[in-house]
């Protein structure tokens, strides 16, 4: 693969890709900057490392996978409104109508 340009091409394209969403699970999981900053950095390392040695292949992808998959689950998970779920079950202390505003028997 030294020389085979579009090979790398399709190596480095996906892992700039798929860089942003290891940084947003970082900061989602409380990381600092510089430790959301290595994580791209450390996956894409140790991908790249072990194509190029053809061992632990399979546990790289799959730790790319695992981590992409996790950062799209917080995201979609952060994307429903924790008073919508609370909504709809009426928290009794949320909601108290006054003594006036009940409706009397007649």
């Given at each position: 693969?030294?020389?085979?340009?579009?090979?790398?091409?399709?190596?480095?394209?996906?892992?700039?890709?798929?860089?942003?969403?290891?940084?947003?699970?970082?900061?989602?999981?409380?990381?600092?900057?510089?430790?959301?900053?290595?994580?791209?950095?450390?996956?894409d390392i140790?991908?790249?490392?072990?194509?190029?040695?053809?061992?632990?292949?399979?546990?790289?992808?799959?730790?790319?996978?695992?981590?992409?998959?996790?950062?799209h689950l917080?995201?979609?998970?952060s994307a429903?409104?924790?008073?919508?779920?609370?909504?709809?079950?009426?928290?009794?202390?949320?909601?108290?109508?006054?003594?006036?505003?009940?409706?009397?028997?007649?």
């Amino acid at each position: 693969m030294k020389h085979d340009y579009l090979a790398w091409a399709a190596l480095a394209v996906p892992l700039v890709v798929t860089a942003s969403a290891e940084y947003a699970l970082a900061r989602a999981a409380g990381f600092g900057q510089w430790t959301a900053d290595a994580l791209p950095a450390a996956l894409d390392i140790y991908a790249v490392r072990a194509l190029r040695a053809h061992r632990d292949v399979l546990a790289a992808v799959a730790a790319m996978i695992a981590t992409n998959a996790a950062a799209h689950l917080v995201v979609a998970v952060s994307a429903i409104a924790p008073s919508s779920c609370c909504a709809c079950i009426g928290s009794p202390t949320t909601f108290r109508p006054s003594p006036s505003s009940r409706s009397r028997p007649r």
